[in-house]
């Protein structure tokens, strides 16, 4: 700066024709014009910065590595090998009625879909005393177990359902919470991941032995932990003695009209991959087309649903169908944004009114908040309960009997039922040829 006769910052933002704040932005060791310019992308493709940065990771190689983390990246062959990874679904029949037992059963979404899919439930256990009343009101034969699963591993598996012999039980399903592990011994086992829901998991997994195991969970734990959990999971899984896929699909592909992402890791048993000539799990290839709103909700049965404050429902009247806060007069966003307005990115979630022609945003477990808003296409309000349940693809018959905050939170955490149901159908694509 002396050198071009500039002594203050300020006489140096003016050189530049900007701020002194933009200056300080710029000056900052954290500040990364990449990242700038990938928000100004975000704002335009209506995508959130993780969702490029994420795909930058899995497709453009882009991610560095660090000594302490473990990237996934894809290499040119596994690209390749990915466009062999999809079996097609919509024609398969269970050759037979196959057993399931599931962990962390929530309010019947992937259960749901499995059963459509072809299986029997031996049991669902869920810790959740509401999402078990849904379950029971909608399945009564089905075996509901109210119970923390750490207790369930803890006095044994036996002793809540008719366990099945060893090697027997077909599928073993469920959605653990996602957590980092403590890396005690940090050798990648079981031991480094106790304490965690996927601990118990992968204690039921080894006791019973099942053909095949399905794990689903967020696709942020792809990338969770630089990729060390994803890591011992994959790593724990190998050593109980299965061979083990994973993927990040989308709801969009199977008949959901909803933009969510899930990770949804698959295993073989070992003996039956060596048996049945290198048996090979394929994923549900995608359907070739994507529902809109104006699909699904149609004659949408009427129900309770959240409703808007005035100030908000004021705001949001000023919103057009695909709009969000930038629709908005600037003064009127400015207020309504508060200190949103000036921290950068996207915001797109924000006094967001969906469209008739696009499908939902992922529905969270409450349909009205402010930086994931999901405000209906015509009506100035968030969806109601059958909305939602549309939405995630549930029938009209399968009732929430709890209050509306608590239908939301089960449905928000569901598994897509349709998209459940096409995962079974390639599970049990491979089920069929052990039969």
């Known amino acids: 700066m002396k050198r071009h006769g500039i002594s203050t910052q300020k006489e140096l933002a003016e050189q530049l024709s900007i701020s002194k704040n933009q200056l300080s932005m710029l000056l900052s060791p954290n500040f990364n014009p990449i990242k700038s310019n990938a928000i100004k992308l975000c704002e335009t493709l209506d995508v959130n910065f993780e969702d490029i940065t994420e795909q930058m990771a899995f497709d453009l190689e882009v991610e560095e590595k660090s000594p302490e983390k473990v990237i996934y990246k894809k290499s040119s062959k596994q690209i390749s090998d990915d466009l062999n990874d999809f079996v097609e679904v919509r024609d398969i029949k269970a050759n037979k009625n196959y057993s399931v ?15 459509y899919a072809g299986f029997d439930s031996l049991g669902n256990i869920e810790i959740d005393k509401h999402a078990c009343q849904t379950l029971r009101k909608n399945r009564p034969n ?12 803890e006095n044994g598996i036996e002793n809540y359902i008719d366990v099945p012999s060893v090697g027997e039980l ?40 099942p053909k095949m195991f399905l794990a689903e969970n967020v696709k942020g734990l792809v990338n969770h932990d630089g990729g060390n959990t994803l890591k011992i999971m994959l790593d724990v899984f190998s050593e ?30 070992n003996d039956l991959v060596n048996n049945y000539n290198d048996l090979e799990y394929l994923f549900p290839k995608p359907y070739g087309y994507e529902l809109t709103l104006k699909d699904i909700l149609k004659d949408v049965p009427k129900s309770e649903g959240a409703k808007y404050p005035d100030s908000k429902k004021n705001v949001l009247d000023l919103v057009p169908p695909g709009g969000y806060w930038r629709d908005l007069p600037d003064e009127l966003a400015k207020e309504y944004m508060g200190k949103s307005y000036y921290s950068g990115g996207g915001r797109t979630g ?64 569901a598994v897509p039922v349709n998209m459940a149901k096409a995962i079974g159908l390639s599970i049990v694509n491979i089920l069929n040829q052990i039969n």
Request: hydrophobic share 35%; with cysteine; proline share 4%.
């Open 142 to 153: 089905w075996n509901i177990i109210q119970e923390d699963i750490e207790k369930v591993t």
């Open 240 to 269: 109980i003695g299965y061979k083990v896929k994973w993927k990040v699909l989308r709801a969009l592909d199977y008949d959901v009209a909803q933009k969510r992402e899930r990770i949804v890791i698959i295993g073989i048993r």
């Open 350 to 413: 924000m006094a967001r009114r969906l469209s008739w022609d696009e499908p939902s945003l992922t529905l969270t477990c409450s349909p009205a908040q402010k930086q994931t808003e999901r405000c209906h296409p015509d009506d100035t309000r968030p969806f109601t309960v059958r909305e939602y349940a549309r939405i995630q693809s549930f029938p009209d018959n399968w009732e929430f009997d709890c209050s509306t905050a608590n239908a939301y939170k089960q449905i928000g955490n």
């Open 101 to 115: 037992l599931e962990l962390f059963a929530g309010a019947g979404g992937l259960g749901l879909g499995l059963e």
């Open 170 to 209: 077909d599928l073993l399903s469920g959605g653990y919470p996602c957590q980092s592990f403590s890396y005690a011994g940090k050798k990648g086992g079981l031991q480094d991941a106790r304490g965690t829901m996927f601990f118990h998991y992968a204690k039921i997994l080894d006791k019973l032995k």
